[in-house]
Structure formats: structure tokens, C-alpha cells
């Protein structure tokens, strides 16, 4: 089955500095990955997401890029801000095997002051 | 604005009870999903349902079933309950692409 590994585990960065977390999945047969941002003690919520058929998407500050040849993808976030301060997942979907997605251990970005 | 709740914010109970979880979503959505978050593990699905009455174990179900009655509702169910299923419980609902999550129910198992 669909694995997604992610890293880092932890990120520390300054305000100001850009983030970069990084995912790689197994199954090429996926093809839509969302990013979700988790802040303490609230829902997973969907910040930004990229279908298979697009290299690069961008919404303000975050960013995400993908290569299915690597099978891999990552999120970068820029000019990074305390709020940015969360947990972040990545997933991975098939469009087989009952839509399942599939998510990454997470990510913990520190962004400080 | 898509809303999912889960009956529960916190929960505690003790080892061998069943226990219900609940979640409900308002906008009609077919597809509903259970899962697990753990620190370092991220989001582990337990079971998903893709239409009433209609139910496929995820990545970890045992030690769980689930109940879809009605399509705005999806139970989730330990039926004895035991510590290591101690954990933060996450219903989700998605239509297309994106899902939306509930808030979260916290059980604790003692």
C-alpha cells in the first residue's frame, strides 16, 4: 500500500526565514497531495494542495512543488511569520483502493520572534 | 462553511468499556473517515465509509468497528476498550478533493 514518509520532524526557523518540509510517497498511482496545517489544540485544515497533472502551485507565502518522477513533494513556505507556528501534514491519494489518503508523521515548524 | 462534529471533546474510560464515538457532518457529504493521531505518527486511518451503511477498514481496525446509518452520521465503536487505544480521535467528511476535519475527541483509557 500508499506510504508517505516526511521530513523533518521538527523545524526551527526565524521569523523571516523560509520553511521547507519535505514528503516522498511509494505509490505512483497517486495523484493528489494535500498539505494540512495543524495549530495546538485545533482541527487539521487545509492550506494548500497539488494535483498530479501540475509541477508547482502557488498561494501567497506557501508553495508547494511536486516530481512524480522522484515521487516526492514539498512545501515551502516563505517570509515565515510566528503564526506560522503549527503542525504540518502531507498526504497522498489514490484515485483506487477506496480513495484512501494517506498521511505523513508530521512536521512541527517553530517559527521564532 | 462545511461543519464536522464529534459528540465528545474529552473522554475518559475505563479498560474493557465500550465506547461510541460520534461525528456528524451537514453537507451531505458521502465520504467519512476515522482516524488516529499519535505525536509521531501522524494520521492513521481506522475505517472509512463511502456511503450508508457501507464501511472499509483503513490502515489500523482492530479493536474498532464503526456504524453509518444515516449518511450525516458515522459512529465510531471500541468495543472493548483497552489503553493502548488511548489517543486523540479525528472523524473527517470529504465530497471531491479536500477533507474537513472535526474537532477531535481525546480519549483517555484507564
Known amino acids: 500500500g500508499e506510504n508517505v514518509e516526511q521530513h523533518p520532524s521538527t523545524l526551527s526557523v526565524q521569523e523571516g526565514d523560509s520553511a521547507v518540509i519535505k514528503c516522498t510517497y511509494s505509490d505512483s498511482a497517486s495523484n493528489y497531495f494535500p498539505w494540512y496545517k495543524q495549530e495546538l489544540g485545533k482541527r487539521p485544515q487545509l492550506i494548500i494542495d497539488i494535483r498530479s497533472n501540475v509541477g508547482e502551485k502557488k498561494d501567497q507565502r506557501i508553495a508547494v512543488t511536486l516530481n512524480k518522477t522522484a515521487k516526492h513533494f514539498s512545501l515551502h513556505i516563505t517570509e515565515t511569520q510566528p503564526e506560522d507556528s503549527a503542525v504540518y501534514f502531507c498526504?497522498?491519494?489514490?484515485?483506487?483502493?477506496?480513495?484512501?489518503?494517506?498521511f505523513g508523521a508530521g512536521t512541527r515548524l517553530f517559527v521564532k520572534a | 462553511d462545511v461543519k464536522v462534529t464529534q459528540s465528545s471533546r474529552y473522554l475518559v474510560k475505563r479498560t474493557g468499556e465500550k465506547v461510541f464515538l460520534e461525528c456528524v457532518q451537514d453537507?451531505?457529504?458521502?465520504?467519512m473517515f476515522w482516524y488516529r493521531q499519535d505525536p509521531g505518527l501522524g494520521l492513521r486511518l481506522i475505517y472509512f465509509?463511502?456511503?450508508?451503511?457501507?464501511?472499509e477498514k483503513g490502515d489500523i481496525p482492530e479493536g474498532y468497528s464503526v456504524s453509518r446509518e444515516k449518511k450525516e452520521r458515522f459512529s465510531l465503536i471500541l468495543e472493548s476498550a483497552s489503553t493502548n487505544q488511548t489517543s486523540m480521535y479525528l472523524c473527517?467528511?470529504?465530497?471531491?478533493?479536500?477533507?474537513?476535519f472535526g474537532p477531535g475527541t481525546r480519549l483517555t483509557v484507564t
Open positions: 473527517a467528511s470529504r465530497q471531491n478533493y479536500e477533507q474537513y
Open positions: 498526504a497522498a491519494r489514490m484515485d483506487t483502493g477506496g480513495f484512501k489518503t494517506i
Open positions: 453537507m451531505d457529504h458521502e465520504n
Open positions: 465509509s463511502y456511503d450508508v451503511k457501507m464501511k
